[in-house]
Structure formats: structure tokens, C-alpha cells
């Protein structure tokens, strides 16, 4: 029962079963929207650095994040180099890469 005062009186209503059915669907959206989220959180994800460009040209990269330098790396024609990494809770890890 749900009880609203209007005017100085108390009135009471009787939900409808709409009521119920939308006040379920919205508890059930809403959670299925959070376990989404943690469904990610921690996920591995693998990126792959791979040389397509001309025979006998070398690719030059250095990857990085705000916490982890990976380095400058070559990379012959056709051959391909990767790292994994946990993504953290908030979804927020960024790598960017400059190419050379």
C-alpha cells in the first residue's frame, strides 16, 4: 500500500499489477546494467601489433600507458608482436602506440 497525504488527509492506493510489473522491469534493468559492468571488469584483452607494410621495410612502435612503457620495438616485414592486459574496473585503461 502506498499512502500520499493531500490536502492534510491521507489517501491510500492500491498499486496496479502495471505498477508492479514496471517497478520489477526497472529493479531488473537496472541490475542487469551492473552485472554488464562487472562482467568486464577484469576481462583480459590481447592487442596485436602486426607489420603489413612493403617487403623489407622495418616498423618502428613504442607503446604505452599512464603505468606501463613497453618499450620501443621493431618489427620485421609480416612479423607480428602482442601483450595482454586486465582491464580494471572502471574501464578506463588506455595504451596508445606511436608508429615510426
Known amino acids: 500500500m502506498v499512502c500520499f497525504f493531500i ?3 491521507v489517501s491510500s492506493i492500491v ?5 508492479f510489473f ?9 541490475f542487469s546494467s551492473v552485472t554488464d559492468s562487472f562482467r568486464w571488469a577484469w576481462y583480459r584483452m590481447t592487442i596485436v ?13 613504442h607503446c604505452k600507458s599512464a603505468n606501463d612503457d613497453l618499450g620501443e620495438r621493431y ?6 608482436w ?5 582491464v580494471n574496473f572502471w574501464d578506463t585503461i588506455l595504451y596508445w602506440c606511436n608508429f615510426g
Do not use: E, M, Q
Open 7 to 9: 490536502n492534510g488527509n
Open 82 to 86: 602482442y601483450w595482454d592486459f586486465k
Open 49 to 61: 601489433v602486426k607489420n603489413d607494410l612493403p617487403p623489407n621495410t622495418k616498423l618502428t612502435y
Open 75 to 80: 618489427l620485421a616485414f609480416n612479423d607480428s
Open 22 to 30: 514496471l517497478v520489477v522491469l526497472s529493479i531488473f534493468v537496472g
Open 15 to 19: 498499486p496496479s499489477a502495471n505498477f
